[in-house]
């Protein structure tokens, strides 16, 4: 079973800037893509960053595009979002997600799809 466990996030000023790190664990043999996502209540979760195992291929929603950056640390299955000049539109809950291949409870390698427990980000004056 392959965890996901998000640290950073909370309360900042507009203009500020925050730093996540989303750490993936278990028996995972590769990791394919890595990305962040963003929920505001009542509405549907949406693609904020998404980075591939190089790490030299990137999406950005447009409302981020220049002020925040994905990246990762492939030997420690970390992904990291570096958000700058945060605006309060920015406040939601957002969710890292990774896909890729772990050894599943019968020893056999297995596709599996994993999510981050959700940290919020407020960003007020």
């Known amino acids: 079973q392959v965890q996901l466990v998000e640290s950073g996030g909370g309360l900042v000023q507009p203009g500020g800037s925050l730093r996540f790190s989303c750490a993936a664990s278990?028996?995972?043999?590769?990791?394919?893509?890595m990305a962040w996502y963003r929920q505001a209540p009542g509405k549907q979760r949406e693609l904020v960053a998404a980075g591939t195992a190089s790490s030299s291929r990137t999406n950005y929603a447009d409302s981020v595009k220049g002020r925040f950056t994905i990246s990762r640390d492939n030997a420690k299955n970390t992904v990291y979002l570096q958000m700058n000049s945060l605006m309060p539109e920015d406040t939601e809950v957002y969710y890292c997600?990774?896909?890729?291949?772990?050894?599943?409870?019968?020893?056999?390698?297995?596709?599996?799809?994993?999510w981050g427990q959700g940290t919020q980000v407020t960003v007020s004056s």
């Open positions: 278990g028996r995972i043999l590769g990791i394919n893509d």
């Open positions: 997600h990774t896909q890729g291949v772990a050894v599943s409870a019968d020893g056999r390698p297995r596709s599996f799809v994993a």
